[in-house]
């Protein structure tokens, strides 16, 4: 049975390998808090790509503040970010996101991430349209809260590598990171980062092994 000194230098050890791989990934894209945060609503099932095209739009016509996306209708919200796919859907979740922060907090980026990390993910998830994923997201690059951020391909790595079972859910694989690494924002960025970079490059549903980092670490290539 693996210890947790193990696990830990079993984490570290993935995060130094992928560091010396590909390099600091510079996450997350955007230049403002509220960037942050609605890029984080926008990129859920949809490419970063598109994601770039819907915040450009948003950007280029003076929309991407709290109080500018506040005043927009959603419809027209709706058409703004397009290109993010399930456009309608985003928008609602958007509106529904940027309502409660105004109502919580007055808009006040600073009061919000002040708050009780623990509160503030509770009363996330229990906006419209936020789930982990999300609300991770919005804590740990908009807020700089260490809270680690999963998503398919960090599920996918870690049970391809015997971190986590296969029927592992989010919590889980959250524990697994905040159980064995110290807390520490910018490490987390960092980490889900190169996760996602790994799971672009090589650990695709029919994962591609013979560059990885990885490669010499136990493994299967079919889980």
């Not at 390099?23 to 403002?32: A, D, F, N």
């Not at 623990?118 to 690059?141: F, K, M, N, Q």
């Not at 889980?172 to 970079?197: C, I």
């Amino acid at each position: 049975m693996a210890t947790q000194n193990s696990i830990t230098q079993k984490l570290d050890a993935v995060y130094d390998a992928l560091l010396g791989a590909f390099g600091p990934q510079h996450w997350w894209p955007g230049e403002t808090r509220e960037e942050m945060i609605v890029g984080a609503v926008l990129t859920q099932n949809t490419a970063w790509a598109n994601v770039e095209r819907a915040m450009g739009r948003l950007k280029s016509a003076n929309q991407l503040t709290l109080a500018a996306l506040a005043d927009l209708d959603e419809s027209v919200l709706a058409e703004w970010i397009r290109p993010a796919g399930t456009y309608r859907v985003k928008a609602r979740r958007l509106k529904a996101l940027i309502g409660w922060i105004l109502e919580a907090f007055g808009g006040d980026l600073d009061a919000m991430f002040h708050s009780d990390p623990g509160w503030l993910r509770t009363s996330l998830l229990a906006v419209h349209g936020v789930g982990p994923e999300t609300a991770d997201a919005i804590l740990l690059y908009a807020g700089g809260m260490p809270t680690f951020v999963v998503d398919a391909y960090t599920r996918r790595v870690c049970r391809r590598h015997f971190l986590i079972g296969g029927d592992a859910g989010y919590a889980e694989t959250k524990s697994l990171f905040e159980r064995n690494l110290r807390p520490d924002a910018d490490r987390y960025g960092e980490y889900h980062a190169l996760l996602v970079e790994l799971g672009k490059r090589h650990c695709r549903v029919k994962a591609s092994c013979d560059t990885c980092p990885l490669r010499t670490d136990e493994h299967d290539a079919t889980l």
